[in-house]
């Protein structure tokens, strides 16, 4: 997903130029751990909430 996001993210900034893959592994290297933190930050909180919405119903 990071992977996509950065060739996105620079081909809509910078386009096709000269180092373009360079940049490309710069903005991915820089995305990677961003995605990474926040994923360990997320996912333990969203399954607790699908665990209570689903107990929830469950009970109804």
């Known amino acids: 997903m990071s992977l996509i996001m950065a060739f996105i993210g620079l081909l809509r900034s910078y386009g096709f130029g000269e180092d373009w893959f ?3 592994l ?3 290297t820089v ?3 961003v995605a990474y933190i926040a994923a360990f930050i997320i996912i333990p909180r969203a399954r ?3 665990e ?3 107990a929830k119903l ?3």
């Open 22 to 24: 360079f940049k490309f």
């Open 52 to 54: 209570k919405v689903v």
């Open 48 to 50: 607790k909430l699908t």
């Open 26 to 28: 710069k903005a991915w």
């Open 58 to 60: 469950e009970k109804e």
């Open 31 to 33: 995305m990677m751990p």
